[in-house]
């Protein structure tokens, strides 16, 4: 695997980061300088992915695809939505209507109706699942597709995390006989959901968002919300229980073995490549990249360390490790006539998971030097056991990392029982408050910082319900925060 | 591997479609029944990926991205090109302004500059690629991406041959040091589109486009062509000698050993799901489709041929070969209630490549009935030899198919002397003539038909030049033909 070469010339590798602390400098220098995207395309909010940014993205939704693959059929449908049928959800439309790119012309003619750029695909599929489901032998249907999909943002964008081309959304859709059928199909997401991110080992709350803030159409929307260094959350995956509304705009019936017919139930769920987002910034470090062994495209980087004279037996010595890794793993062979310095600084900032040095004392006794890109200590181990190790301290690494994450999450959440606490608090994280389920209660809380909803998941041993930090009454747990 | 569930409300599996002779009708039904694409989705151009089709393109392109990745890094560049940056070039821009979506609101806001829904990606590419590369040292540079595509079609549109979304467009495109060092890539690409289209079983034929034909800005394009069941052509690939030009436009150059700057040389290559298209036409007969084994989606359909009283038994033994067989390859039990014909009907038309059926005679003398989708012939086998033969199968197969798809295309190609004789002969295939180099006969002969260009590589004998069928000075052998 060869290294990216405008390495040299796009990032000045021999400045340091700026320290994590200051997470929003730290954040858009690493995305450049660890080549994950191109900050300098021509269009705000539009950014390219550099070789080494898609290596990490193919891993990643590698497993996404592998989770979703068990239950569901991938699809493809187009990216081009007419404007009669985006519109036909009217609260649908209504969520989305200020943030749509519309297509106009096509060469320099006027289209008839104007097409939408998906900025999610429900108008998309809807119309067609009506022709695909007839009878309850059609159901359940699952499928998902990986695409791009647009949003006009106004705000402050950011690569991977508020963009106005989402590369990669993965977006599932269900359809099922029963209203009870799709809250299962919820559960089953979220539980997809969990695995995917503990295989990232990112931690997460999950919430039920309030009512004013839930997918336009949905019955109800569960949250993923992981936490990011600035305290501020970053929603990382969502799913969205539709009930029978879409059905309805969209006229989806099925025949039942009695022969009567009846509207569909829906779910849909998502997830972005703000799940990229969340795993570079809860896992790096001031030094780059910290990516789990699973997902990191250079799994495990060789280097040999050259002494004048020993040069040959060195470098055979790490050639021929190289080779039997690259076997199993994703393997580099760092041979650059570079200082080791400069060579554990390059393969800290791409976040190779797993460093194995060999200089000419580990040539003499077949031993290699080996050390963890989330630890400092180095160790030394026979040459022959390496390959039969990485597997077991993959697996170590992956909890290390989410132990140590899941510490620093829990660190930024706090129980409070007064506004004032909350407002204090959420400079910093995630404040859990009791609260009612008046929406009145909600509102003045939301205007407090942004209410995450109700607690469905969280690391955190907290009584589910008590008295409404507003007005008193009884209240269930819920999640204030500043979010992205 | 569940059958997608909506083939029975989509396609009527009871009736013929039509013979392959009727090309048009054939294909439009295929596509459909078969479950590749939806073509009922209500925008004109537009089509939906069924699951299964989703699939088969999985497959394919699995192939590409192998091949791709030996020399190439994945990358993915914005699907929005600002009017200013596709402008720059103006050959190019010329080329598509015709066929160009424009976006021209964001919500409700009009945007300052309109941005094109790429139509291919050189103008979202080069103005960054003036950013990556600084010296020699930085090149080649050599990145691919698959993307979705869009053109406004005027023509009639089809699915996966004239599209306004290309779903699946693989593009590459490689930046040199020396005019040669492209020449050198346009024939690595055209080695590497061979590859592919061998192990798809789609013969080709390679032609140099003519002047008027090249891709807008490119110094010289090679075609790859395949010839449809009704005679009319199908390009399926090209390859693009770019030169300096485009560097020109955006300014790349490069700093040489001696200190000079000078400018790039760029190439660019690509295929879209008319590899697709060309896989369902070539090899596809009366009775549905005919996958090459490493595409197919299911590679393997285990029929149990249930008598009463013997049921337990037969499904038993055709699960477990199942199972094993599942350990390898895409395999499907059709357990249905079914009659074995109507099981054998929906895995011919699905493209299953090889057929096993089990029955009580089969359970006792522990055998199996193998049949291959493109033969009508049936033997019998030990069920214990069926996993070790699968692989041998799988390529005698390939070959099969390649030398019928071989055969068919030269039957479609012939060399003809006389005007009058290309008429006729295009109407059933490609016509070889010898033509000089003048524009003037060129010109003349894309009257009759559509020049290919000067043939490069045909899998017939005939001599590559001759006196000019026009003017009578001496020619190089050229391709005339319909084309879609």
């Known amino acids: ?23 929003s400098e730290w954040y858009h220098e690493l995305i450049q300088r660890a080549e994950i ?16 940014g898609c290596r990490i993205r193919r891993e990643v939704y590698k497993i996404l695809r592998e989770i979703m693959d068990r239950e569901h059929e991938e699809v493809y449908f187009p990216a081009l939505i007419p404007e009669t049928e985006l519109g036909k959800e009217s609260k649908h439309i209504k969520g989305f209507e200020n943030e749509v790119y519309w297509v106009t012309h096509g060469g320099r003619a006027e289209l008839d109706i104007r097409l939408a750029l998906r900025p999610t695909s429900e108008t998309a599929m809807y119309p067609m699942f009506k022709l695909w489901i007839r009878s309850h032998a059609d159901l359940p249907l699952r499928v998902y597709q990986i695409v791009n999909t647009f949003r006009y943002e106004t ?39 969990k695995e995917f991110y503990r295989r990232l080992a990112i931690p997460y709350i999950i919430c039920k968002r309030p009512e004013w803030d839930k997918f336009p159409g949905a019955k109800y929307t569960i949250a993923f919300d992981t936490i990011m260094p600035d305290g501020k959350t970053l929603q990382i995956g969502t799913a969205h229980n ?32 703000r799940c990229i987002a969340a795993l ?74 797993i460093r194995v040095e060999i200089g000419p004392k580990e040539v003499e006794d077949g031993s290699a030097v080996v050390s963890f890109r989330d630890e400092k200590k180095k160790f030394t181990v026979s040459r022959d056991e390496v390959l ?22 829990k660190n930024r959440i706090k129980f409070c029982k007064k506004l004032e606490d909350v407002k204090h608090w959420i400079n910093q994280g995630v404040a859990l408050v009791h609260l009612c389920n008046s929406e009145k209660c909600g509102m003045l809380i939301d205007e407090v910082g942004s209410l995450l909803g109700e607690v469905v998941d969280i690391p955190l041993d907290i009584e589910s319900s008590g008295k409404c930090i507003i007005c008193g009454k009884e209240g269930k747990l819920n999640a204030v925060a500043r979010t992205y």
Request: glycine share 4%; aromatic share 12%; net charge neutral.
């Open 1 to 23: 695997m060869s290294v990216s070469k405008n390495v040299s010339s796009v990032s000045k590798l021999k400045d340091r980061l700026p320290p994590k602390e200051k997470f």
């Open 37 to 52: 995207m191109d900050v300098r395309y021509p269009v705000k909010g539009l950014y390219v992915w550099f070789p080494f």
């Open 155 to 193: 705000k402050h964008t950011r690569p991977l995390i508020r963009l106005r081309e989402i590369t990669s959304f993965k977006e599932a859709h269900t359809v099922h006989a029963t209203f009870e059928e799709a809250e299962e199909q919820v559960r089953k997401a979220v539980n997809y959901y």
């Open 242 to 273: 539709l009930g029978d509304s879409f059905a309805k705009t969209f006229d989806i019936t099925y025949e039942m073995p009695n022969g009567d017919h009846s509207f569909v139930y829906q779910t849909c769920y998502g997830i972005s490549e």
């Open 280 to 353: 570079i910034s809860v896992h790096g470090d001031d030094f780059g990249l910290v990516l789990p062994f699973e997902v990191s495209p250079v799994q495990i980087a060789v280097i040999p360390v050259l002494y004048k004279g020993k040069e040959r037996e060195v470098l055979d010595a790490a050639r021929e490790l190289g080779e039997l890794l690259k076997t199993r793993y994703r393997v580099v062979v760092d041979e650059s006539d570079e200082r080791p310095g400069a060579k554990y600084y390059r393969w800290e900032l791409k976040g190779a998971a």
């Open 388 to 409: 039969n190790k990485i597997e077991c301290w993959a697996n170590e690494m992956r909890r290390r990392l989410y132990e140590k994450a899941l510490n620093e999450m």
